[in-house]
């Protein structure tokens, strides 16, 4: 049940990333079409496409935790003994969770704010309020996957927070050219 | 006492292995929760704002472009297309792969895209050809940094975006000191070629040449759109950014046909962690920037720094070894994050030119690329090559004095970065100093 939940709240993440990101760049490339083939084009197109940016950003953090993408340092704690590493990294998990908390607790805040001021956004016929809604959705689902993450290290599944040398920057894995 | 909280803070964070996108943010929140009054609502809007920066969208779709151009075979052509060209020389295969970065950073904004891109085919066709593999790697793993250099830069827009500085007079600055570095590699090589003797490849004639120059005309023509796009004002560089991610996408499903459509959902996942890690990093370093601007800590070290008569040349020295020693620990997004806010303004009061600034920096960060431990060249060649951490490293040491060079002649030669832009673009207007 709970493994179904997580499994689908992946998917989720994945098809929003990818639905998001193929948005902006064809609502910034029309921008160009509209403007050298019709002479025209859309007030609201920049002001959706940097939500757009935004709610990328939102969802992707927590997909970017569960795929150990986020960039950190590993220099000091790799001279440490296992237990010792364990410990900081346990600690690095604690002062994650006080930056999730804060952010959360302070985006909830801008949201309650917002919705009190009940402006417009500046183009785009929706609430300010309404729009802002994905910086709390998106911090707690990061604070979830740190969730997850504390788990994976205490059950030693896990070492580090993140990505110390780059391999998620590394070259796309083309389906094709592995062998099974 | 709020200065040495946010960076003993900042510090330790870092070094306790929380991702430095968290510990920039958490620190600058600590820090204006503690010293400071503002609120954490304000604070959770900072942080969304960078998203709302129309140059920083180039981000995101220069990544994009760069994941199609990777995958999708426009790598494979430019390098045969080099190699035809100037495969015949001493030492030709090797000058061709420095051509075929050139080629690759022309379309890609980042240094260790071009490095996998060219690595993973030039590496083995020199080794094959009679050069060892340590010469192999270290010639792909420096020129690679030529991809932050010459533009399009993912490193320069985000300087641009730190410091309000224009993306297209950035880009035209790397132009020159692109061409002097890849230059000065070239002549390394050629008269390294004659000493280890290594065997010559035929020339294969202009029919040959002509034939892999169509081959590689989509790849090469490309460089036209974005360039020509920006320097003629046809569209702002986030719309050609987002132009090249479209057109690079059309090229390797459509044209070459090396992606395949049911690929598409993998390449974008892999381009949107990518983004989300560097945006990531990019808004919490907002934060920080905010908290700087708050401390009020750039303007006091521009004071000290005026009343202790510093010369302009100690200045730039200092940035260079500071962003040297950063480059051991963080990539270079975050460095010049960081760095930005605090040097820009003192900088600007010594009366250097802030398009030479950004093009120093970028060549910091290049040297930050290649040496370790946390040089990203590094690791993205020992992974296309499967050699380890360490054989990589010595491969590409020697060719770091050329780097550390290089960037010697930039930080004190600011014209070579300077006189492009404004010959192109004018003198800045809002250099009343100049």
């Known amino acids: 049940m709970f493994a179904a939940l997580n499994r689908g709240l992946a998917r989720l993440e994945e098809i929003l990333i990818a639905v998001l990101l193929v948005g902006m760049v064809l609502m910034t490339f029309s921008q160009v079409i509209t403007r050298y083939g019709f002479n025209a084009g859309w007030v609201w197109s920049l002001e959706a496409t940097t939500y757009m940016f935004g709610g990328l950003l939102m969802v992707g953090v927590s997909f970017a935790m569960r795929q150990h993408a986020h960039m950190n340092v590993d220099a000091f704690v790799n001279t440490l003994t296992r237990p010792w590493k364990r410990a900081a990294t346990l600690l690095a998990i604690a002062l994650c969770f006080t930056y999730v908390t804060l952010m959360i607790w302070g985006a909830c805040e801008l949201v309650a704010r917002l919705h009190e001021l009940g402006s417009n956004a500046r183009d785009l016929p929706v609430k300010r309020w309404v729009l802002m809604c994905m910086l709390p959705a998106g911090f707690s689902l990061l604070g979830l996957r740190l969730v997850q993450v504390t788990v994976e290290v205490l059950r030693g599944q896990r070492d580090s927070l993140g990505d110390a040398h780059g391999h998620a920057r590394g070259p796309a894995p083309p389906a094709r050219e592995t062998p099974p | ?434």
């Open chain 2, 1 to 434: 006492m709020s200065v040495a909280f946010l960076f003993i803070m900042l510090l330790f964070t870092m070094l306790i292995g929380v991702p430095i996108a968290m510990a920039l943010g958490l620190t600058s929140v600590l820090t204006l929760l503690l010293f400071g009054q503002e609120s954490l609502a304000a604070l959770a809007l900072k942080f969304f704002q960078a998203t709302q920066k129309y140059e920083l969208l180039a981000v995101p779709f220069f990544i994009l472009a760069g994941t199609f151009l990777t995958t999708g075979g426009v790598a494979r052509r430019l390098i045969d297309f080099a190699n035809a060209a100037v495969g015949h020389f001493h030492g030709g295969l090797a000058l061709a792969a420095v051509v075929a970065c050139m080629l690759f950073a022309s379309i890609s904004g980042s240094s260790p895209a071009t490095v996998i891109a060219v690595g993973s085919i030039a590496i083995a066709g020199m080794v094959h050809n009679g050069y060892s593999l340590k010469y192999a790697t270290g010639v792909v793993i420096n020129a690679g940094t030529l991809g932050i250099l010459l533009p399009p830069s993912i490193v320069m827009v985000v300087y641009a975006a730190a410091t309000e500085q224009s993306v297209g007079r950035l880009f035209v600055a790397g132009i020159v000191p692109g061409f002097i570095l890849a230059t000065m590699l070239m002549v390394a090589i050629f008269i390294s070629s004659y000493r280890l003797d290594v065997p010559r490849v035929p020339w294969g004639g202009w029919r040959k040449l002509g034939r892999s120059a169509l081959n590689a005309i989509w790849g090469l023509l490309l460089v036209v759109i974005v360039l020509g796009g920006i320097y003629v004002g046809a569209f702002t560089p986030t719309e050609a950014a987002a132009v090249s991610a479209v057109y690079a996408f059309v090229v390797a499903v459509f044209i070459y046909r090396d992606l395949k459509l049911e690929d598409l959902f993998g390449v974008l996942l892999n381009s949107g962690r990518v983004i989300v890690m560097l945006m990531f990093i990019i808004s919490n370093a907002g934060l920080f920037a905010y908290v700087l601007t708050s401390l009020q800590i750039p303007q006091t070290l521009t004071e000290t720094m005026a009343s202790g008569h510093v010369q302009p040349w100690m200045f730039l020295l200092t940035i260079n070894i500071a962003m040297l020693v950063a480059g051991n620990f963080m990539e270079p997004t975050s460095i010049v994050l960081i760095f930005a806010p605090i040097v820009f303004p003192i900088a600007r009061q010594l009366g250097i030119n802030p398009i030479h600034l950004g093009v120093l920096m970028t060549v910091n960060m290049e040297i930050g690329l290649v040496h370790p431990p946390v040089g990203l060249n590094l690791f993205v060649a020992a992974g296309v090559t499967k050699q380890s951490l360490w054989d990589v490293t010595k491969a590409a040491l020697p060719w770091l004095a050329i780097l550390v060079v290089f960037l010697l002649l930039i930080t004190y030669v600011p014209i070579l970065s300077t006189w492009l832009p404004d010959i192109a673009f004018g003198k800045d207007p809002f250099l009343n100093d100049q």
